[in-house]
T-cell receptor, first 116, second 120 residues
Framework: AQKVTQAQTEISVVEKEDVTLDCVYETRDTTYYLFWYKQPPSGELVFLIRRNSFDEQNEISGRYSWNFQKSTSSFNFTITASQVVDSAVYFCALSEHQGGSEKLVFGKGTKLTVNP | DAGVIQSPRHEVTEMGQEVTLRCKPISGHDYLFWYRQTMMRGLELLIYFNNNVPIDDSGMPEDRFSAKMPNASFSTLKIQPSEPRDSAVYFC??????????????????FGSGTRLTVV
């Protein structure tokens, strides 16, 4: 069965610090998708990124970057120069491709607090 | 596009009452998902549809829960009778077909704003 582990339950940083959110996943399939979602205090789930299992290139989008390493089954998320508006719960998720499954399984989330 | 639209945003009901949550997916999306979020269990997939057909309902807690998708633009999640332990935020999400061969695609599931259900 697929599983996503976000070992960091809560992280607190001071504005402008860099912060990395860890995500480790388990899957038996060779084709799968990894996602990150942001849930701000208002409660909606905001899609940040999707990564295919056969594409290990790192991704950078502004202050956000993602490091995908199949060798360690990790898909970590780094926020550079954090801002108060980054305060939210961040979820890593996994979707398997084979077997007709399109289930998106979420980790428990990491609550990030950025203090001014 | 207006995104995934859920209604109502908040629902407070008494134990034993029937509750119906509604969802309008993004036009053209092939998949529709119902998730439940609680502090204890996090985000759980309840059921998902592909082209209006239920594919996997193994996450539905019990027979009190049912979901339908009568057409491509509407889905309901019904709880009858409701119980206090059903109190949670219920999210609907939709997605286009994810598989794109070996191509890189930067889209994902789009979630609605959720329905916060409180059963007293």
């Amino acid at each position: 069965a697929q599983k996503v582990t976000q070992a960091q339950t809560e992280i607190s940083v001071v504005e402008k610090e860099d912060v990395t959110l860890d995500c480790v996943y388990e899957t038996r399939d060779t084709t799968y998708y990894l996602f990150w979602y942001k849930q701000p205090p208002s409660g909606e789930l905001v899609f940040l990124i999707r990564r295919n299992s056969f594409d290990e290139q790192n991704e950078i989008s502004g202050r956000y970057s993602w490091n995908f390493q199949k060798s360690t089954s990790s898909f970590n998320f780094t926020i550079t120069a954090s801002q108060v508006v980054d305060s939210a719960v961040y979820f890593c998720a996994l979707s398997e491709h084979q077997g007709g499954s399109e289930k998106l399984v979420f980790g428990k989330g990491t609550k990030l607090t950025v203090n001014p | 596009d207006a995104g995934v639209i859920q209604s109502p945003r908040h629902e407070v009901t008494e134990m034993g009452q029937e509750v119906t949550l509604r969802c309008k997916p993004i036009s053209g999306h092939d998949y529709l998902f119902w998730y439940r979020q609680t502090m204890m269990r996090g985000l759980e997939l309840l059921i998902y549809f592909n082209n209006n057909v239920p594919i996997d309902d193994s996450g539905m807690p019990e027979d009190r829960f049912s979901a339908k998708m009568p057409n491509a633009s509407f889905s309901t999640l019904k709880i009858q009778p409701s119980e206090p332990r059903d109190s949670a935020v219920y999210f609907c999400a939709s997605s286009p077909l994810l598989r794109s061969g070996t191509g890189y695609s930067n889209y994902g599931y789009t979630f609605g704003s959720g329905t916060r259900l409180t059963v007293v």
